[in-house]
């Protein structure tokens, strides 16, 4: 969690964007407590075993649905450390290369089976050619049968 300096006085509309300092989640514990700093209410209390001599750090939302919002998103913050962010990355690309490869893999099949059409598009057209030499063959056997017949009955 990052944290910024005070706010500015009105005459500094704008918002600062440099971070004076990052606090870490992971393994910290957040609890609901009535009264935040000051007189503010909706309350929490974040705690951690590294935090300087027991320290904790009391921060408070404007409504109890934002407290419940911080609530839980502190708590899911604190289940990630940095092993597991680590080990979360690793997998992240274990599985980005085995997508890589299952896409190698599907893109090569692909080929295949395109290189297999053309080749039996190729065997189909070579087909209906021998077919029509065939065809015409067939018509020329009969027309050249017909005219031994016409001669032999002359």
């Excluded at 969690?1 to 992971?26: H, N």
């Amino acid at each position: 969690m990052l944290y910024y300096a005070p706010s500015k006085p009105a005459e500094f509309e704008s918002f600062d964007t440099k971070p004076r300092g990052v606090i870490p989640l992971g393994g910290c514990n957040v609890e609901k407590i009535e009264r935040g700093p000051g007189t503010t209410n909706f309350g929490f209390c974040v705690s951690h075993p590294d935090f300087v001599a027991g320290r904790v750090l009391v921060l408070a939302s404007d409504s109890e649905e934002e407290q419940t919002a911080w609530l839980a998103a502190i708590e899911e913050c604190s289940r990630v450390t940095m092993e597991n962010a680590l080990l979360g990355d690793a997998q992240l690309k274990r599985l980005e290369a085995e997508g890589t490869a299952t896409q190698e893999e599907k893109d090569k099949a692909m080929q295949e089976l395109q290189d297999q059409a053309a080749k039996l598009a190729s065997e189909q057209q070579k087909r209906e050619e021998l077919e029509k030499g065939a065809a015409e063959a067939l018509a020329m056997r009969e027309r050249a049968e017909q005219i031994i017949a016409e001669r032999e009955a002359e």
